[in-house]
């Protein structure tokens, strides 16, 4: 059974960094791309960022690009998210998830439990 573990989340300044991380076991990791995404109080859940299988493809929504950088190590069955420049909208609860396939491509159809991320003004 597949199962992804979010951890790294907490409360930081504006301006300050966070990584969270997201542990995944029960499947070949590798053999599929990997996401992040937020749900904000009241808000619907919006994409964040997604890397392949291979790690050789990233893409990121516009709302945080060249702030967040998506990472994976394989070899440590983990997905990772570095968030710099933190701002106050950026406050929600983090979840991964893993796609289909080894491409981003298509759904995601396995979830994280979600971390939260709380940025203070």
């Known amino acids: 059974q597949v199962q992804l573990v979010e951890s790294g989340g907490g409360l930081v300044q504006a301006g300050g960094s966070l990584r969270v991380s997201c542990e995944a076991s029960?499947?070949?990791?590798?053999?599929?791309?990997m996401g992040w995404f937020r749900q904000a109080p009241g808000k619907e859940r919006e994409f964040v960022a997604a890397?392949?299988?291979?790690?050789?493809?990233?893409k990121y929504a516009d709302s945080v690009k060249g702030r967040f950088t998506i990472s994976r190590d394989n070899a440590k069955n983990t997905v990772y998210l570095q968030m710099n420049s933190l701002k106050s909208e950026d406050t929600a609860v983090y979840y991964c998830?893993?796609?289909?396939?080894?491409?981003?491509?298509?759904?995601?159809?396995?979830w994280g439990q979600g971390t939260q991320v709380t940025v203070s003004s």
């Open positions: 029960g499947r070949t990791f590798s053999y599929y791309a």
């Open positions: 998830a893993s796609y289909r396939t080894a491409a981003i491509v298509g759904s995601v159809n396995v």
């Open positions: 890397i392949s299988g291979s790690g050789g493809y990233r």
